[in-house]
């Protein structure tokens, strides 16, 4: 079973090389500090990538591919993001759910790092894509990067790589 250090390294290392070097950097910001971590997520996830302070600026110092790696797969390990299949972040209550997700995931993995990833079903883990999709849209990469991360990181949580 992989854990949440080798497949953020192995996601990072396939979408965004130049950031590879800063993996530590972002993880150990986002185990060892409850602000950082609650910043980065809420940045992350109100789409605010570029101009929230995410521990240590994701876009200027290019670690958004990393932040959104790690804070899916610490979602996905502390079983913040069960059930996305059935939670979606539309309609008049989108504020509300948004501001309820970044409440949970600020959770952090009881091992960090070493955590292991849990399995998922490919529906859940397309939900999850689906998500990932949506975060780096409204953090400003690219279709072609986002589309390419929400495929790596389905694979993972269904172990298919």
């Not at 958004?64 to 059930?83: D, E, H, K, P, R």
């Not at 495929?151 to 949580?157: E, F, G, R, T, V």
Request: charged share 20%.
């Amino acid at each position: 079973m992989s854990t949440i250090a080798a497949a953020v390294q192995d996601i990072v290392a396939d979408i965004a090389p130049e950031e590879v070097d800063l993996i530590p950097t972002v993880t150990r910001g986002f185990y060892d500090s409850a602000a950082s971590r609650r910043a980065t997520v809420q940045g992350v996830l109100l789409g605010k990538g570029h101009d929230a302070a995410l521990g240590f600026g994701a876009i200027e110092t290019g670690q958004l591919v990393a932040s959104i790696t790690l804070i899916v797969f610490n979602g996905v390990a502390t079983n913040m993001l069960s059930g996305m299949t059935e939670r979606k972040l539309t309609g008049l209550g989108r504020w509300a759910a948004r501001r309820r997700l970044a409440r949970q995931l600020t959770t952090a993995a009881p091992q960090a790092e070493a955590a292991p990833l849990p399995k998922l079903t490919p529906t859940e883990a397309d939900a999850i894509a689906g998500l990932v999709k949506h975060l780096a849209r409204t953090n400003g990469l690219s279709d072609d990067v986002g589309t390419r991360l929400a495929i790596n990181l389905a694979a993972k949580l269904i172990g298919a790589s």
